[in-house]
Nanobody, 124 residues
Framework: QVQLVESGGGSVQAGGSLRLSCAAS????????MGWFRQAPGKEREGVAV????????YYADSVKGRFTISQDNAKNTVILQMNSLKPEDTAMYYC?????????????????WGQGTQVTVSS
C-alpha cells in the first residue's frame, strides 16, 4: 500500500513559479513511475510529468517542456515538480500518482495510487 500527500499548490500570476511536493509512504518501488497529473474543470485528467522510481528517466507533456522539472529525493520518498513560467492554462487540480507502465507512462488508468490533489491557479 502506498499513500501520497501533495503540498505546495497556490495562486500565482502568469510568469510566476510554484513548487509541488509529493511525500510517499509505503513501498513506492513497487510502482514503476511517480509523477503528476492535472485536471481542469470540464477536461480529462492529463499527464504532466512522471519519473521512473528506479532511475532518472522522465517524461513531460509537450505543453510543459522547458518550464516544468520533475525530480525525486529517494531518501525522503518525495517527488518534486518545479513549475516555472506558469501560464493561465496551467490552472488545474494537480494530483500525485504512483504506478504507470513503460508503454504509456501518461495513461491515468495505469496508476494505482493517487493523492488528494492540490490546486494551482495562475492568473493573467
Amino acid at each position: 500500500q502506498v499513500q501520497l500527500v501533495e503540498s505546495g499548490g497556490g495562486s500565482v500570476q502568469a510568469g510566476g513559479s510554484l513548487r509541488l511536493s509529493c511525500a510517499a509512504s509505503g513501498d513506492i518501488y513497487s510502482s514503476k513511475f511517480m509523477g503528476w497529473f492535472r485536471q481542469a474543470p470540464g477536461k480529462e485528467r492529463e499527464g504532466v510529468a512522471v519519473i521512473y522510481t528506479g532511475g532518472s528517466s522522465t517524461y513531460y507533456a509537450d505543453s510543459v517542456k522547458g518550464r516544468f522539472t520533475i525530480s525525486q529525493d529517494n531518501a525522503k520518498n518525495t517527488v518534486i515538480l518545479q513549475m516555472n513560467s506558469l501560464k493561465p492554462e496551467d490552472t488545474a487540480m494537480y494530483y500525485c500518482a504512483a504506478g504507470g507502465s513503460w508503454v504509456r507512462p501518461f495513461r491515468p488508468d495505469d496508476y494505482t495510487y493517487w493523492g488528494q490533489g492540490t490546486q494551482v491557479t495562475v492568473s493573467s
